[in-house]
């Protein structure tokens, strides 16, 4: 559900006093039980502060406890991008993001990070985002509390030893939305709120770079939250003319961080 703009105008404050980079993104791996919503997705309150001090962003819980996308009343949108695959492609497509002046959000799988460490400081360095995409991409849906907070705390602290903090967002795996208890244990970790998406280029079915094109282009709207993913040729050909087409229309890709302050 869209954040209403009260929500938005309570949260921007602490939002713009002191977001960590965080990142962005990926719809899940699994093309149909992945994009299925699970209960409890996208309406629920904020919960109370994490119980430990994890790091998290001053103001952060006065957001929703699912964010799908922000006000539309401002040229923004957010590119959020799985942070798993193939290193090289990696830096291709965020060569091609920074050649467009786009600044995304990069959610990374745990074990990426052990595999290729460094891209934590190339991801921040630039400007983007980093956040938490849980340690093994698993369906966390399927959990239990005490499984799902191993894996969003495993990457969150992984995240902190590269970068000093565990950033703000995370994203669940292998789920479009996080149900009760996915948010629960995510706030427990530090993240009181996680990030959805309203517009699912389907780039990870490999259909393509101008089937990736029409899919984001034909949904995208003012605050949308759109998801990639790193790891698949067809999305790096397809980042130049989404810029074109998102500058085009007026729309700035901008962070998580940005989006919502």
Known sequence: MPLDRRSALTAAAGVAAGLVGVGACDSPSRPSAARSATPG???ASPFPSPARSTGAAPGHA???GEINNAPRDRPDVALTFHGQGDATLARQLLAELERGGARVTVFAVGT???????????VLD???DLGNHTENHRDISRMTPTEAFGEIDACAQRIRKL???????FRPSQTQHANALIRAQANRVGYPTCVSYDVDSLDYTDPGS???VRTTLSQVRPGSIVSL?????????AIGP????LRQRGLHAVTMKELMS
């Open 112 to 122: 990426w990070l052990a595999e290729q460490p460094a891209m934590a400081r190339r």
């Open 62 to 64: 006065s957001l929703p």
């Open 229 to 237: 993913h790193f790891g698949h040729r067809g999305t790096v050909a």
């Open 126 to 128: 630039a400007g983007h």
């Open 163 to 169: 970068t000093g903090a565990i950033g703000a967002w």
């Open 41 to 43: 997705g996208g309406s």
């Open 242 to 245: 989404i810029l074109d087409g």
């Open 210 to 212: 101008p089937a990736v």
